[in-house]
T-cell receptor
């Protein structure tokens, strides 16, 4: 059984809309949660980290964590074609980047 | 410029021929790690290192070795590569305090015949 689950997509949204990306994880003791963006043929880049329940906002991005439901999401407001990429959810059982478990990623396509 | 470098970027080899993929960072980061990325499986952590001479296994360490003799370098060693190690490999580094961003190298695409 996969430990971090993501819908593979593609998730298609129109330009200017809100893109909602979801991730569930299986281990209740998970402590750190990360969202990465990966453009085709490129390296992943960290866009958000979240450690406690609730919302964390950074520009157009909002990460939401619900530990009781073992669920973490990423909202992208005012989606742009440049946001088209694969978004990777990652979870650490021990904190920081140790023992980092990634989901397979959700492909987002923002169309003009 | 802050960066993580990996060499080589592309490598074709044969089963059983030892190889090393180098990783170097210029940000004085304590933490470094190696990942492999395969279609449909996402990124999987191979090994990580909290500091010089401190390393630990990630999710898929079998068939790999690492060493951390200097803070800036974290080479990945495949003693006897096999075709199932054909993959895209990423090295990453981060500080354990202050800036928490994890920086990834450009990737090394390995084909084992």
């Amino acid at each position: 059984q996969k430990e971090v689950e993501q819908n593979s997509g593609p998730l298609s949204v129109p330009e200017g809309a809100i893109a909602s990306l979801n991730c569930t994880y299986s281990d209740r003791v998970s402590q750190s949660f990360f969202w990465y963006r990966q453009y085709s043929g490129k390296s992943p880049e960290l866009i958000m980290s979240i450690y406690s329940n609730g919302d964390k906002e950074d520009g157009r991005f909002t990460a939401q964590l619900n530990k009781a439901s073992q669920y973490v999401s990423l909202l992208i407001r005012d989606s742009q074609p440049s946001d088209s990429a694969t978004y990777l959810c990652a979870v650490s059982l021990t904190g920081g980047y140790n023992k980092l478990i990634f989901g397979a990623g959700t492909r987002l396509a923002v169309h003009p | 410029e802050a960066q993580v470098t990996q060499n080589p970027r592309y490598l074709i080899t044969v089963t059983g021929k030892k190889l090393t993929v180098t990783c170097s960072q210029n940000m004085n980061h304590e933490y470094m790690s190696w990942y492999r990325q395969d279609p449909g499986l996402g990124l999987r952590q191979i090994y990580y290192s909290m500091n010089v001479e401190v390393t630990d296994k990630g999710d898929v360490p079998e068939g790999y070795k690492v060493s951390r003799k200097e803070k800036r370098n974290f080479p990945l060693i495949l003693e006897s590569p096999s075709p199932n190690q054909t993959s895209l490999y990423f090295c990453a580094s981060s500080s354990t305090s202050g800036d928490e961003t994890q920086y990834f190298g450009p990737g090394t695409r390995l084909l084992v015949l």
